[in-house]
């Protein structure tokens, strides 16, 4: 706070504070209550009007619905903490902009998608841009951390001797520890020697760095992202599913479903050893790189669980067919479009 700041610039500063006191990170929804006010500050106005909200919450005329939302939810926030201190601040009403069920759909990717990407990053120039985006592409696949997390990696987080990760300071604030098959303990290990050869004094501590030595953006990650996308050849399957970064990470829960799935009532053995959110990461590599799982667990072809204490063989039942319909659709009889999952063959 500046002693030449508008009443309103100093108000929205006192409600910003307020809401990190509580607890909110505020990154993107800070800036767009600060915009407004220096939209306020260029038109003359001391107040919060709805038209005026209204008005800049649809700026530009090309702007989607479900954006001009988010940019007049913010200023709502903003105007609705104002109005309990002064009656003349217009809180702009709820719906005024109708928006669509915005969601995207999720994007399954198969094996053979996964491949055809990281194939097409190898094309990226310079040959260090490449490599870092196979890496990266990599270990969202294998690991299931998410975009953010990877590019808030350091190298300090690699712990090559354990085959760990160390995730920091992510979702609500939480640091975890992420268990890595030893291929890709391998796999980071050489990408961490190149990067050391590449920028042996880098300007950032990252674990992922760019061709000039700094963190990666998620915003250019995104588009080269895109661009290799569809120079692999994948396309939307829906107006609301389309190839993202951000659904590699689901590459691997779609794996452990299948194989979990196929398993239901084999999992509860002494020999597979399941917990209650997926089997460990060796044991999906393991299947993953040769089709059979490791010797004393469960086996694909004959259908059999083998206890590794006692030697016995529990019969599975069957083989359980992965559906992605939700719970209540299955009970109506509704049925979901084909989507190949990846697995061993």
């Known amino acids: 706070m500046t002693a030449t700041a508008s009443p309103l610039r100093e108000a929205l500063e006192d409600y910003l504070a307020l809401?990190?006191?509580?607890?909110?990170?505020?990154?993107?929804?800070?800036r767009l209550p600060g915009q407004f006010v220096g939209y306020l500050e260029?038109?003359?106005t001391s107040t919060i009007t709805t038209a005026d909200a209204l008005a800049r919450a649809t700026l530009p005329a090309g702007a989607s619905p479900a954006w001009q939302a988010i940019r007049l939810s913010a200023v709502r926030g903003f105007a609705a903490c104002l109005h309990g201190t002064d009656p003349s601040v217009q809180v702009p009403p709820a719906g005024l902009i109708r928006r669509g069920n915005d969601r995207a759909t999720p994007y399954l990717y198969s094996d053979a998608e996964i491949s055809a990407i990281i194939a097409a990053a190898a094309g990226l120039r310079p040959r260090f841009r490449a490599a870092t985006y196979q890496a990266l592409i990599s270990?969202?696949?294998v690991s299931g951390i998410r975009i953010g997390e990877a590019l808030a990696l350091d190298s300090g987080d690699l712990d090559a001797g354990q085959g760990m990760l160390i995730v920091r300071d992510a979702k609500f604030g939480k640091t975890r520890l992420v268990p890595l098959h030893p291929s890709t303990t391998a796999a980071l290990t050489r990408y961490a020697a190149l990067r050391d050869e590449h920028h042996p004094r880098p300007a950032s501590p990252a674990l992922f760095l760019s061709a000039a030595g700094t963190r990666l953006l998620h915003s250019n990650i995104g588009l080269t992202f895109t661009r290799l996308a569809g120079q692999a050849g994948l396309t939307r399957r829906?107006?609301?599913c389309?190839?993202?970064?951000?659904?590699v990470r689901h590459f691997l829960s779609s794996f452990i479903f299948v194989w979990r799935s196929r398993h239901r009532r084999g999992k509860r053995t002494c020999g597979l050893r399941c917990s209650t959110t997926s089997p460990s990461l060796p044991l999906v590599a393991e299947l993953y790189e040769t089709g059979q799982p490791p010797a004393g667990q469960a086996n694909c072809n004959t259908g059999t669980t083998e206890h590794g204490d006692c030697g016995k063989k529990t019969y599975?039942?069957?083989?359980h067919r992965a559906r992605l319909v939700p719970r209540r659709?299955?009970?109506?009889?509704d049925d979901a479009a084909a989507v190949h999952l990846p697995w061993p063959r």
Request: glycine residues 12%.
């Open 242 to 247: 389309r190839p993202r970064i951000h659904d």
């Open 42 to 44: 260029a038109c003359g």
């Open 316 to 319: 599975l039942r069957g083989r």
């Open 139 to 141: 270990l969202l696949a």
């Open 238 to 240: 829906s107006a609301a």
């Open 329 to 333: 659709r299955r009970r109506r009889g």
């Open 19 to 30: 809401r990190r006191a509580l607890g909110f990170k505020l990154a993107s929804p800070a």
